[in-house]
């Protein structure tokens, strides 16, 4: 999804009218699971438009506009730190314990952020997309504590869950950009919407019937995807260096060690 909204911003330069695109056709994509997970009480699923307001709502804008700023790739990376924002979410909402572990993953993944920002970046990449898609990697962590919070007290389908949280990202980013996309602009980023309605299904039945320490830490090798992909088809506009894959594959490896020891 990451690199399919890299590669949509070469048509469409709006980050606001790409965010309704592909927020709207992730929804469509929810809606089709939702129909085929028959009836079901769609009322129920209020409590998780609070979910929805974290992500997409807040953090689709924001992991957009990082896309636009440092790319594919980097942004990736950077979200990869999602696992130790959600274990920090954990130690103070749930007071669980710290354990040796936990802190060598937390150092590896501050490690990886080091690398990332310490790299020497093309000038059309600007520094500040990394501290947006930082805000992004902790409203993620947030989400997956509220899903996975509220997956063992509804009955709402995790389909139905979806679609009501990504109903509430369309609403937010309609609200900001104040304007529809054209159909131009909808097929260009219907990739990417795609990609994006299809991960938060799988997303949302990982959390129906996994922990977050064990479903954060394997979302978050998309950092290592994220890098991957944008060599193979974004190699011009991303220059992805050996500093960038070190800082992705010391993320990947702290989410892992916080996955397996928390």
């Known amino acids: 999804m990451t690199v399919a909204v890299r590669l949509g911003f070469s048509r469409e330069a709006d980050p606001a009218l790409a965010t309704v695109a592909t927020v709207t056709s992730a929804l469509a994509v929810a809606i089709v699971f939702s129909l085929a997970a028959g009836p079901h009480d769609a009322a129920a699923a209020w409590p998780y438009a609070l979910a929805g307001l974290l992500a997409p709502g807040s953090s689709q804008l924001l992991f957009t506009f990082a896309i636009r700023s440092v790319g594919a790739s980097r942004t990736s990376v950077v979200v990869g730190a999602a696992p130790l924002a959600a274990v920090a979410i954990a130690y103070v909402v749930l007071d669980e314990p710290v354990s040796v572990p936990l802190v060598i993953g937390a150092v590896a993944i501050v490690a990886g952020g080091i690398a990332l920002v310490a790299e020497r970046r093309p000038e059309h990449l600007r520094a500040s997309g990394l501290a947006l898609a930082a805000v992004c990697a902790v409203l993620f962590a947030s989400r997956d504590n509220l899903v996975r919070h509220l997956s063992g007290t509804s009955a709402v389908p995790p389909a139905i869950a979806a679609s009501a949280t990504l109903l509430v990202g369309t609403l937010v980013a309609l609200l900001y950009a104040r304007k529809l996309p054209t ?26 019937r996994g922990r977050v320490s064990v479903v954060s830490p394997l979302v978050a090798t998309e950092a290592l995807w994220g890098v991957g992909l944008s060599v193979l088809l974004l190699r011009r506009s991303e220059l992805v260096g050996r500093r960038l894959v070190a800082g992705a594959a010391l993320i990947v490896a702290g989410g892992v060690l916080i996955g397996i020891y928390r």
């Open 183 to 208: 159909w131009r602009t909808v097929r260009t980023f219907a990739p990417a919407g795609l990609c994006f309605g299809l991960s938060y299904i799988c997303l949302f039945e990982a959390y129906y």
